[in-house]
């Protein structure tokens, strides 16, 4: 054979098969089997081994980064990170933005799901044509694009050539072939995007050859080894073998694979392999695997991570090499102590030594519904060998290969009970059992060793002497069909074992109280405590404590409490005044199944709210700071107070002045400090003077930037004044802006009664923030305010607008939220009062109404109940031609119907307009008075028109109002 598959003994453990032919004694057409043969004993021996890198698996957590990523080739359903290989940013200040990330170095079949930041992201069902598909919900939607690129291309995306910043950074030349990933799109936002969110992808791989699929070789379909288009996705993991012996080609390149001749892999054989991976268990596939094939590892390690996804074994044998799948196989021959060559040895093994035997295997597998996190799948126990061997064994296996978490469980058994057959034996048959292969199951039948089912593993051709026939000497391994069923173990009978373990399934005299709790800073908080027995369980290792508000049982907070401790607080979270359950659940090792306790329930102690000592803390802390400042610039005065002694006693002016320049072509820069201090004699008596000025300024042409900073004092006759400005001003052609503060104390004219104090600010944005990354500042924009997160003591307000929903359910009280803070029963709002009425005039004419009353509404609510009242007036004007228009509409609260006094209105509506179109429209609420069981509201309307020549007028109004009742 030009190529030896490389497989692991179930012994040596060692890599490869020899062929050879000799005569005599020596091995004729020796063959050795793998993985299949005993898995546990050769985990074992990694174990002890300490091997640093296992077998490749089907998920990546890591994001990778640099030009030194090994390659590989992703088969199967994959879970992956990527390689971050490419970012771009592009358009006015940067706000958008390209990200690549490489998912495989081989083509795949498309894009399952994208998890952002942890969550799996909803995307549009139509795509961008250059960008993909958009994130469609959550706080990314329309911030976000995802574009699969298969591998396929055959010329550089235009989007990205467009795009590239620098031009030379993406070019016509970038194709990137053979090479799948994902193109990320960004867009800037302040609030929701702005930094890099994690990135989780779930993708088909690679486009498979499937013999089974090509007419050409006896299959049946269009599938053709050297046409990768008429490929197809496939999880069958001996498909993806064959095509890693095969070998993976871009462009002619073979890069990853064995490079094995199709003549090497006898199709009928693996035929009847992946049949059996295909066949259906509990509604999936028995085998499927995910995998990503790395191109600098082993073909071992490639080959046994696909191994032990179906429990295969390889033979390699003078027709080639063949997996032979983990299945109930059927005996080829029986034959009996009569057919063994008397005069050759027989050696038989009918135990392994305790330290290759287990009798527990756990682990982990890849979960998708769980983020593709490692997750444990259910434990194989075998409670019988448990008692024969008196205490556990245990062995861990992870399937990182393998996202079924039955398929999992059905491997982790098969390992288990292959391990627990543990005759061995080697004989020798006559001449006729020479047909004989490995892999073959036998039946011998003997009188002295048993009626044993046994698997070939290795045969070879023997001769006693030179003349004398050739026999066929077999290595050979217990087996059993048995092995291959379902996740349940068979039974095993032995003779009176010791009983069974009693293990702890919950935590005993479980209890729960509610505390508080002070903290660092002496304010109380609530907490409960939960308590229980102590745990005599050696299994047990730690408890999980699971408690949530009864009213939400989502919010679920995990609270995990290591052994021998039986006492723990739960205090994040916990709100005062509040029912929680609380529930256990047990943590092992080895793991085995445990569940949730039911749930207890307790009822947290009510705490005042921390509103008040938390204000209370800042004024000590900010009268403090004041404190020190003050006793700090007391010093500075009597610094000052000794230089003043010192200097020369006369009025006039002393100036100080420090500067430095450049100037080259048409650009300029100048930075200078300004001292002065001055004694004037004027009419009402002395005026000192000092002032610092630091000043700096830089132009290039017609831009220009520039600063001031000025300490200035003066006292005498008229005011006195402190004045500290700070300004900046940037300056393009005859645009500029600016920005500054100016604070200042004093006492007008110098009246000690006529003090003030003020800080002023000129800026066109103005924000609070303490510079973390996670903070959310307070913003002063365009003359509006921004606020987010704030917590109010007392909100005293004359007039609250508000835009979008006002949602009282959500109000919070004491760090709770009250979700029935509105009565259904009482809560309404009124039809809205509409009143509507126009009038025109046209062609020089003349109208007008003075107050005119036009409606009345009485409104009846709870008199203890509080309530908001709203009214919306609008009126509009319109005028064309010369003359004038004027509307004027206000509504009464509790007024009369016979005139209009100062004082009773409640809303008014006001326009005027010649020649143009005028609508004022104006919106007031207000508190209800408590004790009022009605509440009255009259209309009045007052207009007037004028015409002149062929011009018209009109003017029309419209009120809505009504009232909203809190519990």
Known sequence: MPFIAPIIGAIAGAIGAIGSFTIGGLAVGQMLLGIGLNVASMLIQKA????????????????QYGADVPRHVACGLVGIAGHDC????????????????????????????????????????VPDP??????????????????????????????????????SRWTEDNIGIGEAGVLVSMTFDQEKNNQFPDFFFEFRGAPLYDWRKDSSVGGSGSHRWGDPSTHEFSENPIVIEYNYRRGFSINGDLFCGMDMPAGDLPLDKWTAAANLCDENVSGEPRYRCSILLDCMSTHGSNIESIALSCGAMTVDGVEGSWPIVGSDQPTVVTFTDDDLITTASVRYRAKRSQSELVNSVSGNFPDPGNLWSMVGYEPQISAAHVALDRRTRDLSIDFPQVRSGRQAAQLASIYLYENRYEATATVTLRPRFQVLEPGDWVRWNSKRYGDKTYIVTETQLMSLDSDGPRNIQLSLQERDGAIYDAVSPPPVIVPTPPGMPVYLNEVQDFALAAVSISGADGRLAPAIRASW?????????????????????????????????????LAEGVISGTEYTVRTKLLTDPARVTALSAGKTVETDTIASDVDVYLENVKGDLRETLMRHQREMDELRDRLEILAAGTADATGASAERHSVARRFQNATAIAMREMTASIEATEQGLVAQAAIVDAVAASVGDISADGLRKIEVVTGSGDVVARLVDMV???????????????????????????????????????FTDGSDTARPIVFEDGVAYLDQVRLKQLIADEIEVIGKFDAALILQNGSVIEDLIDVDTFSRFE????????SVSGGQNAGEAWTHRGTVIVDKPSDKPCIEFVSLETLTSMSGTGNAT????????GNDTDVNAGEEFARAFTTGPNQTATVSETRMRGGTLGESTIRYDIWTDYSLAAGGSSSGSVSFKCDSGVWVFR
């Open 48 to 63: 002890l081994a300490k091997k640093p890198k296992g077998p490749p698996g089907g998920v990546q957590f890591e994001r």
């Open 86 to 125: 490419y970012i771009n940013t592009y358009g006015s200040s940067n706000k958008y933005l390209q990200q690549i990330y490489t998912l495989s170095d081989y083509p795949c079949d498309g894009l399952s799901r994208v998890a952002i930041n942890g969550k799996w992201a909803t995307l549009s069902s």
């Open 130 to 167: 250059e960008k993909g598909f958009a994130v469609a919900t959550g706080e990314f939607a329309h911030l976000i694009w995802i574009k699969f690129i298969d591998g396929r291309q055959t010329a550089a995306d235009d989007y990205l050539v467009d795009n590239a910043n620098p031009a």
């Open 533 to 569: 027995s102590g745990i005599t369980d050696e299994t047990v290792t730690a408890v999980e404590v699971h408690y949530y508000p009864t009213a939400q049982p989502s919010a679920v907070i995990v609270k995990t409490v290591q052994v021998p401790t039986t006492v723990t607080l």
């Open 729 to 767: 001003r940037a300056t393009i052609d005859d645009d500029w802006v600016e920005a500054g503060t100016v604070v200042e104390v004093g006492f007008e004219g110098g009246d000690p009664l006529k003090p003030f104090s003020r800080q002023l600010f000129l800026a066109n944005q103005f924000i």
């Open 832 to 839: 809205p009062i509409q009143y509507t009425f126009s009038r």
């Open 887 to 894: 509307g004027r509409m206000l509504v009464k609260r509790n």
